[in-house]
């Protein structure tokens, strides 16, 4: 939990410092092929982004972390009854919260890049989204998920 929240206060900061060279009125949707199609004024989009960065990682992160208080039969993983056992029952739920932690610092990355993609959109005249970059961060973004998901999935699928 301590990596994720050091991502965040980074990720903060680096939404904050670079808001900066944004116009007062910050292209903020694109449509197919890059073009503006929506504008939020500057404070607005800066606090949206805060949002999206820190609340939706953290959120999710706190929600991995909260499966220990629900009952076993509520947990779906492969191999619960072995995994849940109270001999393994704290080591099961630690690892949970950290991989819920890897998640969310994976989704702050995601967002921090995306908004670096709408500062340089925004430098632009008029304003136009690099897509191709955005679809090159979507691939890295899904394969490190799949990875992610691998891993998981892979942990508890092993049972002696």
Do not use: K
Not at 33 to 59: E, K, Q, S, T
Not at 125 to 146: C, D, R, S, T
């Amino acid at each position: 939990m301590r990596s994720l929240l050091i991502t965040l206060i980074l990720a903060t900061a680096f939404i904050y410092f670079t808001s900066d060279s944004l116009p007062p009125v910050v292209a903020s949707h694109f449509a197919a092929g890059g073009a503006a199609n929506g504008f939020m004024p500057h404070p607005a989009y800066v606090r949206f982004m805060l949002v999206v960065v820190i609340a939706l990682p953290l959120f999710i992160a706190l929600m991995v972390g909260l499966t220990g208080a629900l009952p076993a039969r509520f947990i779906n993983l492969p191999n619960r009854d072995y995994w849940l056992a109270p001999e393994r029952q704290a080591e099961t739920l630690d690892y949970l919260r950290r991989h819920g932690s890897h998640f969310g610092i994976l989704l702050a990355v995601f967002f921090c890049f995306v908004h670096w993609l709408v500062i340089r959109a925004n430098a632009l005249q008029p304003a136009h989204f690099p897509e191709a970059l955005f679809f090159g961060g979507m691939a890295a973004f899904v394969v490190a998920l799949i990875i992610w998901l691998g891993s998981f999935v892979g942990h508890f699928r092993r049972c002696p």
